[in-house]
C-alpha cells in the first residue's frame, strides 16, 4: 500500500452530523496529520451541495481544507439515494 484516502466529508461539525457521520472534525485532523507522517501519498474526500450548503460556506471550507497542505483533494456532490 502506498498511499490513503480519507474520507473526512467535511470539516464543519454540523455537515458531520447532517451527513450522519460518526467522526468529529478534531478526528479529521489527526486522521490527515497520521496520514502525512505514514505516507507520501495521501488525499481526503470532501461532500458539497449539501441542504443548506451556500457558495459562500464551501469556499470557506475548501480554503480551511486546502490550507491544511493535503496533496489531493477529491469533491463528491452530495447524491441522496431514496
Not at 27 to 53: K, M, T, V, W
Not at 59 to 65: D, F, G, K, R, V
Given at each position: 500500500?502506498?498511499?490513503?484516502?480519507?474520507?473526512?466529508?467535511?470539516?464543519?461539525?454540523a455537515a458531520l452530523l447532517q451527513l450522519g457521520r460518526a467522526h468529529g472534525v478534531g478526528q479529521c485532523h489527526a486522521?490527515?496529520?497520521?496520514?502525512?507522517?505514514?505516507?507520501?501519498?495521501?488525499?481526503?474526500?470532501?461532500?458539497?451541495?449539501?441542504?443548506?450548503?451556500?457558495?459562500?460556506?464551501?469556499?470557506?471550507?475548501?480554503?480551511?481544507?486546502?490550507?491544511?497542505?493535503?496533496?489531493?483533494?477529491?469533491?463528491?456532490?452530495?447524491?441522496?439515494?431514496?
Amino acid at each position: 500500500m502506498n498511499r490513503v484516502s480519507l474520507g473526512i466529508q467535511s470539516l464543519r461539525p454540523a455537515a458531520l452530523l447532517q451527513l450522519g457521520r460518526a467522526h468529529g472534525v478534531g478526528q479529521c485532523h489527526a486522521a490527515i496529520e497520521a496520514a502525512s507522517n505514514a505516507f507520501d501519498r495521501y488525499s481526503i474526500d470532501l461532500i458539497y451541495g449539501r441542504p443548506g450548503h451556500s457558495p459562500v460556506e464551501w469556499c470557506s471550507e475548501l480554503q480551511e481544507a486546502l490550507a491544511l497542505g493535503v496533496p489531493h483533494i477529491s469533491l463528491y456532490e452530495l447524491t441522496v439515494e431514496k
